[in-house]
């Protein structure tokens, strides 16, 4: 399996706009046969901060995602209202409770 942590910031003035544009993801990806995990967080202190969470079976469904028109189009959409690009941390599961890996 494949995880990852990914931090996106908004432009602070931007970051409603970009909370609505996240909210419809995780639906764009129900239909991916490798997402097993997607889940998108707004930090509680910190208002454009967006913190993601996903868990692919393996590279070749990263990949794919990474593909998809869901990035693309999502990366159209809200792109200039990004702070800088995204921060992403690529992990291997090592312990959990109600995830997979």
Known sequence: MVVLFVRLRAKRERADEVAAALADLPALVEDEPG?????VHRAR????LFLFYE???DDAALRAHQ???MVREFGARIGDALAGP???TYAAG???KGVPG
């Open 35 to 39: 997402t097993l995990t997607f889940a």
């Open 45 to 48: 202190d910190e208002p454009d």
């Open 55 to 57: 868990v692919y079976t």
């Open 67 to 69: 593909a998809g028109a």
């Open 86 to 88: 995204p921060e992403i």
């Open 94 to 96: 090592l312990a959990a």
